[in-house]
C-alpha cells in the first residue's frame, strides 16, 4: 500500500485543479463530459459549515414529510413489484459503485484499514446515489400482515396482558417479509429529490466524493487528510454549481438537504430490499470484500 507522501492529490488548499481528488475522479471515462468548471474564489470552511446548518432543519421538516406514512403505521411493509429485474439493476449499479471508488487516486492511497470503514460505511449512500444517477426506478407491493400466531413464534415471548397489546417491531419479527414501507418511501424521496434537481454527471461526482470520505467515521488513521478530501469536494461542488446555476442561488442548499435525506437510508434495509431476493441472507460486507478485493 503507497503511503500519503506519493499521492499527488494534496496541493496547497486544493488550488492545483490538475492534482485535486474531484478532478481525478472526473478523469474516469464513465463521468467524462464537454463541460469543465473553471477556478472560483475559495470559500472557508465555516461557509460550509454554515450552509450545512442553515439547510438542516428544512431537510428534517422534508424528511417528516416525506416518510409520513398515510396510516400512521410503521407496521405496513413492503417488497419488490419485479425483483428479479430491479435487483439486477441494482447489483450493475453496485458494481459500478465499487469500480467507481477503486478508480479515485486518493482512496487509493489510503491505508486499507481507512479503505475498508469507508467502504462499509459508505456503500448505500454512494449506491443509492448511483440509483438516482441511473434513474432506476422500482415499484413494491405492500406484504400481507403476519397473523398474531405468527408474531408469536417469531417474536419470541408474549408478556402478560392482552395478545392485543403486544407490540412487534418490524426488526424483531425476523419471519415477516418485506421492508417498513416508511423506509421504502424515504428510498422513494431521495430519488424523487434528485430527479427533480435534474442532477449533472458532474454534480453527481462532487456528491460521491463528499460521501466517499466521510470523516466523521471513528477510527480512521487519516482523519484530517479525509476531512480535507471531503472540504475539497463540498467546496468544488458549491463552484461548479455558482458557474453553471448562476441563476439559482438555492441549488446548492437544495443539493445539501438531498445528502442529509441520503444520511437518513438504512443500510439493512438496502440489502434486504435490493439484494436480499436474489442472494438470500448472506452478510453484504462479505459481498463486498468479494467484490472490492477479491477476497
Known amino acids: 500500500m503507497a503511503t500519503l507522501e506519493g499521492c499527488h492529490c494534496q496541493g496547497a488548499g486544493g488550488q492545483n485543479n490538475n492534482n485535486s481528488i474531484l478532478y481525478n475522479i472526473l478523469k474516469n471515462d464513465s463521468l467524462t463530459t464537454t463541460e469543465e468548471p473553471t477556478s472560483q474564489p475559495q470559500h472557508t470552511q465555516q461557509h460550509q459549515d454554515l450552509k450545512v446548518s442553515s439547510c438542516s432543519s428544512s431537510s428534517r ?18 417488497s419488490l413489484r419485479s425483483p428479479q429485474v430491479t435487483c439486477k439493476a441494482a447489483s450493475t449499479v453496485l458494481m459500478k459503485t465499487l469500480r467507481f471508488v477503486k478508480n479515485v ?21 454512494l449506491l443509492v446515489l448511483g ?12 406484504t400481507a400482515e403476519p397473523s398474531m400466531l405468527q408474531r408469536i413464534l417469531t417474536g419470541g415471548c408474549v408478556s402478560q396482558g392482552s395478545l ?10 425476523a419471519g415477516t417479509p418485506g421492508v417498513s414501507l416508511a423506509d421504502i418511501q424515504g428510498i422513494k424521496a431521495f430519488l424523487k429529490k434528485c430527479w427533480g434537481l435534474d442532477i449533472s454527471t458532474k454534480e453527481y461526482a462532487y456528491l460521491k466524493g463528499a460521501v466517499l470520505f466521510n470523516s466523521d467515521l471513528p477510527g480512521l488513521c487519516y482523519l484530517n487528510y479525509i476531512q480535507s478530501l471531503r472540504r475539497e469536494a463540498h467546496q468544488a461542488l458549491n463552484e461548479y454549481v455558482k458557474l453553471i446555476h448562476r441563476d439559482d442561488a438555492t441549488r446548492f442548499a437544495k443539493l445539501l438537504i438531498a445528502l442529509a435525506m441520503l444520511r437518513a437510508i438504512s443500510p439493512p434495509v438496502v440489502a434486504q430490499l435490493f439484494f436480499k431476493p436474489i442472494i438470500g441472507a448472506v ?8 467484490m472490492f478485493y477479491g477476497k
Open 61 to 78: 421538516f422534508e424528511l417528516r414529510q416525506q416518510q409520513a406514512c398515510s396510516c400512521g403505521s410503521l407496521l405496513r411493509r413492503g
Open 105 to 125: 487516486p486518493c482512496f487509493r492511497e489510503l491505508p486499507e484499514d481507512d479503505q475498508l470503514l469507508l467502504v462499509r460505511n459508505g456503500w448505500v449512500p
Open 131 to 142: 440509483l438516482a444517477q441511473d434513474r432506476v426506478d422500482f415499484e413494491t407491493t405492500e
Open 164 to 173: 392485543m397489546d403486544r407490540q412487534v417491531e418490524p426488526e424483531q419479527s
Open 283 to 290: 452478510n453484504m460486507e462479505e459481498v463486498l470484500l468479494e
